[in-house]
Nanobody, 123 residues
């Protein structure tokens, strides 16, 4: 069982940066693939990024590639999403998720989800 708690969301101007974090409970955190998803108002949840248990491989959605960086610190049971060059269309609730299927953009590949943190990018 893994419990996930996101933090670090907030309001930022377009072009700015923000880092969101996801703290996980449970001693098996390091064995999980971790992912970030987001959901804008009135839209379906969208894949953002994923990282393998070791941190050696990452996978990004096309809309964030080159601007966002996912990383993890297994000693701290935490995964991060560094967001640079933010755009108003990056606005949404950001969710972290844990799974064991492998790097995946599919929601069904992740068994555990956090409650989300709001990120708002103003123009």
């Amino acid at each position: 069982q893994v419990q996930l708690v996101e933090s670090g969301g907030g309001l930022v101007q377009a072009g700015g940066s923000l880092r969101v974090s996801c703290a996980a409970s449970g001693r098996t955190f390091s064995s999980y693939v971790m992912g970030w998803f987001r959901q804008a108002p009135g839209k379906e949840r969208e894949f953002v990024a994923a990282i393998t248990w070791s941190g050696g491989s990452t996978y990004y959605g096309d809309s964030v590639k080159g601007r966002f960086t996912i990383s993890r610190d297994n000693a701290k049971n935490t995964v991060y999403l560094q967001m640079n060059s933010l755009k108003p269309e990056d606005t949404g609730v950001y969710y972290c998720a844990a799974g064991r299927v492998g790097l995946s953009r599919l929601e069904r590949s992740y068994a555990y989800w956090g409650q989300g943190t709001q990120v708002t990018v103003s123009s």
